[in-house]
T-cell receptor, first 115, second 115 residues
């Protein structure tokens, strides 16, 4: 069965420091992986995706994520956090061999960047 | 281009009442998805339309939920009768790409509270 785990409910980081939001997944095939962000009172916004190719993918707002097949992880990273990055982050996976087109989401990680 | 529009943004109803949520996808997006997030938990798939047809409704919790997409444009999700456990945020998303490689564009969600 497909699943996504975001082990941290909340991550606190000081402004200017690097941040990491963790995501691990379980699928039977080669996954499509996504990160979305939700700001207060807003919808989910697409940040970045991994479909195939280079394991390091770059996305919006200076975020990047590294696909690690052996560790089944897709951690979200940013070299220098901004207070405006504070939001709720969701990791999602789709198994293209599953026969369905739905995404499986994690429970979300609240990122708090402290000034 | 206009984004995915959902309304109402909030709805508070009593147990046993009926509520209808509406989603207007991005024009030209054949694929429309409904997801739900119950407080603090993962975002769960409800169903997927391709134009007016239900491609996958495996996530619909029970027969109190009815989704329609007449004419392949906007979609409605009706809950009748509502129960307390139906409370949560209902997200709609649309995509040009039925294979899910491009990611979705999400609406801002409808926060449903059943009291």
């Amino acid at each position: 069965a497909q699943s996504v785990a975001q082990p941290e409910d909340q991550v606190n980081v000081a402004e200017g420091n690097p941040l990491t939001v963790k995501c691990t997944y379980s699928v039977s095939g080669n996954p499509y992986l996504f990160w979305y962000v939700q700001y207060p009172n807003r919808g989910l916004q697409f940040l970045l995706k991994y479909i195939t190719g280079d394991n390091l993918v770059k996305g919006s707002y200076g975020f990047e994520a590294e696909f690690n097949k052996s560790q089944t992880s897709f951690h979200l990273k940013k070299p220098s956090a901004l207070v405006s990055d504070s939001a709720l982050y969701f990791c999602a996976v789709r198994d293209p061999t599953s026969g369905t087109y739905k995404y499986i989401f994690g429970t979300g990680t609240r990122l708090k960047v402290l000034a | 281009e206009a984004g995915v529009t959902q309304f109402p943004s909030h709805s508070v109803i009593e147990k046993g009442q009926t509520v209808t949520l509406r989603c207007d996808p991005i024009s030209g997006h054949d694929n429309l998805y409904w997801y739900r997030r119950v407080m603090g938990k993962e975002i769960k798939f409800l169903l997927h339309f391709v134009k007016e047809s239900k491609q996958d409704e495996s996530g619909m919790p029970n027969n109190r939920f009815l989704a329609e997409r007449t004419g392949g444009t906007y979609s409605t999700l009706k809950v009748q009768p509502a129960e307390l456990e139906d409370s949560g945020v209902y997200f709609c998303a649309s995509s040009q790409d039925y294979r899910g490689r491009l990611g979705y564009t999400f609406g801002s969600g409808t926060r449903l509270t059943v009291v």
